[in-house]
């Protein structure tokens, strides 16, 4: 399934600037960014849910937020980008 990851994570503190690190590259593991706190992803049920709970131990719910969307598919059909797009399809070939 195709999930938008996004996020706000408080950098006031330099805890809060390793929270966002961290929460960066949980979602690098996963997906692509497509804006700075913007991640789009392309992961199986369990997968899923392991992205959600590293992503949950990783914020301080206090001060961040956090939201996933599951996109309807085909993303294709449902998704309009406009300006630089960098999005690349991981589940196709990768050489054209």
């Known amino acids: 399934m195709w999930v938008l ?11 809060g600037q390793a929270r966002l690190r961290k929460v960066a590259l949980i979602c690098q593991d996963y997906g692509q960014r497509v804006q700075k706190s913007v991640f789009e992803c392309w992961v199986g049920s369990t997968q899923y849910e392991r992205l959600k ?25 449902y998704v309009e980008e406009f300006g630089v797009s960098r999005f690349i399809d991981f589940r196709g070939p990768l050489i054209v």
Request: without cysteine; aromatic residues 6%; proline residues 6%.
């Open 53 to 77: 709970r590293r992503l949950l131990r990783a914020i301080d719910p206090e001060e961040d937020s956090l939201r996933i969307y599951r996109l309807t598919e085909p993303r294709e059909r």
């Open 5 to 15: 990851v996004t996020y706000d994570v408080s950098t006031d503190t330099k805890e």
